[in-house]
């Protein structure tokens, strides 16, 4: 008898074969694909990988780019794209592991992705219809052993069914809007411009666009406020005042005044409550508060992390510690690690280890912990992510914070002012939790009732109030939970999506023209598309069939029939859509191209253009006679920063680059920005490589020493302004 078991990645692969293991498992290679050979109890056992999706959905019986598409079939990835052309030899090796195995195990993640993975493999590869089924949330060696000993007989039906159904309605509802956008704007405008939509992002842009509008729409309402600085600074009771004329008033009253009475000290203590555990969502707004990291990015890092076995399975809606799990076990693995020893010890010292659990669970999943496991190589961004969640897995089990807050109200000639303050006395799951518990500590002096404090300076204070604050990449996918729109595993690629297709910018996430166009004319003209409710019942009918209250053939027939509905108001609405938003775009690309006001002629403005050998900025008024003109990277995205150079008052620009942090550069290469200091000018300096004087040259981001001989001799040094010294960089393009 020969097993196969199949996991969803190469990593994983070897984690459980090195579990499972009588001996060393053998490693063989078949074109540059690795799988095992192990005996496990005296079985043999072979252990062969995916990589993530080997078949993908495809219209079936395709009858030119049209819609509505409702005819689908499974098909091979590197059939459907170039860029999946790597999984073919994938599947090769396991059709030659299927035919010389006759049991079989799928040890894919236990979610509807895994599962649906999985089964695939098993049908497709190895014409099976059922197979064992591993389950576990970590990649250690013990848990893996357990769930191989314990693997359910049969295959996880109702999980691969949803995910199935979830994949079939997401193609066919993405496919079918998809097309239709596009095609309006080219049956209305012969142009071409390629435009997506789908079952969540529409409603997601929706969501941006609305906060956008009302941003846009938001008037400042002046007001203002008295402060008094001195041994406590305050505030006048009132707060806000929205006459001028009776703040003033007040003002002109107690503006000289250099002290004041203290008429009461109202002191309030509470205890804190430790965080609760990490799931998915909580994990990438921490991650974002604290680090910056966007969510796309925080999960692709914690799934990392998990593969080596460092972390539980990161795709969890859990905010909630089982009472199986082992923590004792966990913390006792986890103090071998120096930094964290002495913080463990002192739980460990308590008589019982009690999470903070949340409210929110996952049948599948506990909340993202670390496994004990010591980590080897971390990047930076790895090691951050990693000491985020022991450290918040630590505070979850610690000791409330005691924090005291102090009221103390004044008199400054008959008007009441408050000071407040706020400390904390007993750190608790502070202490724990690290620099990452970031809490505001105001201070009040010790100070008496009926006593008198000094005033230095009462301010009046004029203000404006605010407008609704921008989503960010991380609050718009805590707001899509909220919602119930898309899943824990999908709302970061979902806005990643609308990056892509110039629908919103910025980190704080603006829609462009594009964006809110789309949405103000599909709502005039189509709104289903844009439905947040038809969205939630689609999730909640996914969900019933996880749990058996519903049919993948009812799910698909309903949304079909939903989906043909709209395509069909669509189409009697193609052409003014697509004339609206062809406008769009275009208005959209106008303003992204825009860099600033020209400055040699003053009148015309900057654009980035396209010319016979790349793109360059120039002057509008080229034809009028201004030959402003700049190179600029071409292997980096320019972007305006709407900013001038405090030097030379030439625009700004960011410059974007694959791997870097984003520069904001002046165009001006003889700004003084990028001057070079006397003492290197007349420095005379040769080329290690082929003796050559180096001369100076100008960039867009300085100056740099280079060899004349390039392109042979590509050597180049940077210029340090401070002290002169020299390293080697890349070559600017």
Known sequence: MVELIVSEKPSQAQKIAEA????????????????????????????????GHLFNLREKNKKGWTYPVFDTEWAPSYELNKSSDFTKKYIEVLSTLAKSSNEF??????????????YNVLRFIANKKDGKRMKFSTLTKEELQ????????????????SGEARHLIDWITGINLSRALTLSIKNATKSFKILSSGRVQGPALKVLAQRELEIQKFKPKPYWELEALGDINSLHKNGKFWEEKEVKKIYEKIKDE???????????????????????????????????INPKDSLAIAQSLYTKAYISYPRTSSNQFPANINLKSILQKLEKQKKYSKLIQELLSKNRLKPNNGKKTDPAHPPISPTGVEPKKLSDKENKIYDLIVRRTLATLAEPAKRESISVELDIKKEPFIATGIRTIEPGWHKFYGRYATFEEKIIPDIKGGGIVKIKKITLL????????????ASIIKDLEQKNLG??????????????????????????????KT????????????????TRKLEQDMENIREKKETKENVLEKAEKHLAKILKHFKENELKIGKALSEANIETLEQESRIGQCPECKTGMLHIKRGKFGLFIACDRYEEGCKATFSIPSNALIKTTEKICKECSYPEILVIRRGKRPQSVCLNLDCKTKAVPKNLLEEKRKC??????????????????????????????????????????????
């Open 462 to 473: 004029s203000k404006e109030t605010q407008p609704p604050k921008r989503y960010t990449p």
């Open 519 to 534: 949405v103000q004319t599909l709502e005039k003209y189509c709104p289903e598309i844009l439905d947040e409710e038809m």
């Open 146 to 161: 357990e769930s191989y000993e314990n693997a359910a007989k049969h295959l996880d039906f109702p999980l691969i069914e």
């Open 20 to 51: 499972l293991a009588d001996a060393k498992p053998k490693k063989i290679v078949e074109n540059k694909v690795s799988y095992y050979e192990l005996t496990h109890n005296g079985k043999k056992i072979l252990v062969g990988c995916a990589v």
């Open 105 to 118: 195990v799928v040890a894919c993640d236990y979610d509807l992705e895994g599962s649906l993975i999985g």
């Open 258 to 292: 250099k002290s004041a009475i203290i008429k009461q000290i109202a002191k309030k203590t509470q205890l804190q409550s430790p965080p609760n555990p990490f799931d998915l969502t909580s994990l990438q707004l921490e991650a974002y508060r604290i680090f910056k």
């Open 688 to 733: 290690p490589k082929c003796g050559s004087q180096l001369v100076i040259r100008k960039s867009l981001y300085g100056s740099f020493f280079s060899c004349p001989g390039y392109p042979k001799c590509r050597h180049i040094e940077s210029i340090q302004k401070n002290n002169g010294n020299k390293k080697n960089i890349e070559i600017p393009k």
């Open 487 to 516: 899943t824990k595993a999908t709302r970061a690629s979902i806005i990643d999506a609308l990056y892509q297709r110039n629908y919103v910018t910025g980190q704080s996430i603006q829609v462009t023209n594009l964006g809110l």
